[in-house]
C-alpha cells in the first residue's frame, strides 16, 4: 500500500519525537512492504517565523492532498504576547476545522513494566486502559463571540459554549460504536447540574444510547469524574465528553498512567485524520534529548489503524514499544529510582530495533 502523509514537526520538542515516529513508521513500512511518500511542512510558532502565519496556506493543501497527518506539536512562549490568530495554537485550531476532524481519540494504557511509573499504588492502576473520545470542534475553543473589550482595569472576558444536538450525536455514536468494540462501557461527562449545554448533551447522549442496547451507558459530573479517575481508573472503558472536559481529563490520565509522553491521540471524522501525542512542545526540554517519543510512536500505530485500516501494523508498533518498556528502557520521565534514563533517540532506536526483530520473525515463520 502506498502510504502518503504530510509531517507537521511543529514546535519545541515536536520535531525530536516526531523524528522517531517517523523513524518507526519506516521500519514497520519496510517490514511489511508499504510504500511511504512523505512531505514535511510548517505549523505553529515554526511557521509564523517562517511565513507570519501558524497555518500557511501550502500546509493546508498539502494536508488536505494527503491520506493522513501526523503532527508533533505546537506553542512556544516567544508567541504569547501575539494577536490571537497568530499565536501557534490557532493554526493547530484551524487545522482540526480544515480537516473536519470533529472526533479526538486519546487511549490511556498502563503498560505492565510501567505500573511503578504511575503516582497511584501498583493495584490501583494495574489494567487500566481508557479510551478518552473528546469532542473537538464545539465548545469554549470554538464558540462565538468572544472576546476581551472595555478599559484597562475594568475589562470584560466572554468566550461562549455552544453546542447544536447534531454535533452531539455524532461525537457519541463515535464512542458507542468504539465501546462496541471493546468492553461495551460508555461514560458520558457532563456538568449538567449548571450548564444547559451539557443538559442537552445528556438528553442527546441518552437517546443515543437506544440504539445500542449491547453497551452500558452511565453519566457523571465532570468533578465527581475527574475524582474517580484517580481512585478507580481501572472502572473506565469508553469516556464520552466535550471539548473542554476532555482536554482535561486526558492530560489527567497521562498522569495515571505514569507520564504525559505515553499518550497518543487520533482526530478523526473528516476527510484526513490528523494524528499526534497528547503532549505539548515543551520548550524547557527542546533540545535537550530527554523527551519521550513513546506518545508519538503510538500515535502512528493508531494512524495506521484508523486511517488505512492497517492492524497488524499498528499491533507491530504497540507490541515493539511493550517490548522496549519489558527491557527496562525509559526516558527521563519514566525513569525511576536507579533506573538510567536513555535519549530520545536511543528510545526510538529500541522501537525500531524491536520492530526489525517482529519482522524477521515473520519471514522466517512465512519460509
Not at 475589562?155 to 450525536?169: C, F, G, K, L, Q
Not at 486511517?307 to 499498528?314: D, K, P
Not at 525513569?335 to 522501537?351: H, I, L, W
Request: proline letters at 4%.
Amino acid at each position: 500500500m502506498l502510504l502518503k502523509l504530510t509531517i507537521l514537526p511543529g514546535d519545541g520538542i515536536g520535531a525530536e519525537v516526531t523524528e522517531q515516529a517517523v523513524l518507526v513508521l519506516q521500519a514497520v513500512a519496510e517490514a511489511f512492504g508499504h510504500q511511504l511518500q512523505l512531505e514535511r511542512k510548517l505549523i505553529g510558532g515554526a511557521a509564523v517565523a517562517a511565513a507570519n502565519d501558524p497555518l500557511p496556506a501550502e500546509t493546508i493543501q498539502a494536508c488536505l492532498s494527503s491520506s493522513a497527518v501526523l503532527l508533533g506539536a505546537v506553542g512556544s512562549p516567544a508567541f504569547d504576547d501575539y494577536p490571537r490568530h497568530l499565536r501557534p495554537e490557532a493554526g493547530l485550531l484551524r487545522l482540526r476545522r480544515e480537516l473536519g476532524a470533529y472526533a479526538n481519540l486519546r487511549p490511556a494504557v498502563c503498560f505492565p513494566a510501567l505500573v511503578d511509573s504511575s503516582p497511584l499504588r501498583a493495584e490501583v492502576v494495574r489494567g487500566t486502559d481508557i479510551l478518552i473520545v473528546r469532542e473537538l470542534l464545539g465548545g469554549l475553543y470554538f464558540g462565538e463571540p468572544r472576546s476581551i473589550a472595555g478599559e484597562a482595569g475594568s475589562r470584560v472576558a466572554v468566550n461562549t459554549m455552544a453546542y447544536d444536538e447534531p454535533s452531539i450525536e455524532r461525537i457519541a455514536r463515535v464512542a458507542f460504536d468504539l465501546a462496541m468494540k471493546r468492553r461495551r462501557k460508555v461514560l458520558s461527562v457532563d456538568k449538567a447540574n449548571v450548564l444547559e449545554c451539557s443538559r442537552l448533551w445528556r438528553e442527546v447522549v441518552t437517546r443515543c444510547s437506544k440504539d445500542y442496547s449491547g453497551v452500558q451507558l452511565s453519566h457523571m459530573y465532570v468533578d465527581s469524574a475527574a475524582m474517580s479517575l484517580v481512585q478507580h481508573p481501572g472502572d473506565f472503558d469508553v469516556v464520552l465528553t466535550e471539548n473542554m472536559f476532555g482536554d482535561i481529563l486526558s492530560d489527567q490520565a497521562g498522569g495515571v498512567v505514569g507520564s504525559l509522553g505515553l499518550l497518543a491521540s487520533a482526530s478523526v471524522g473528516g476527510r484526513v485524520g490528523l494524528y499526534e501525542p497528547v503532549h505539548g512542545s515543551a520548550p524547557d526540554i527542546a533540545g535537550k534529548g530527554i523527551a519521550n517519543p513513546l506518545g508519538a510512536i503510538l500515535s502512528v500505530a493508531m494512524l495506521l489503524r484508523h486511517s488505512f485500516q492497517l492492524g497488524n501494523e499498528a499491533a507491530c508498533i504497540e507490541n515493539a514499544v511493550n517490548e522496549t518498556l519489558n527491557q527496562g528502557f525509559r526516558t527521563a520521565d519514566l525513569a525511576r529510582g536507579d533506573e538510567k534514563p536513555v535519549s530520545t533517540s536511543a528510545m526510538g532506536y529500541q522501537v525500531v530495533e524491536a520492530i526489525v526483530r517482529s519482522g524477521a520473525l515473520k519471514a522466517r515463520e512465512s519460509i
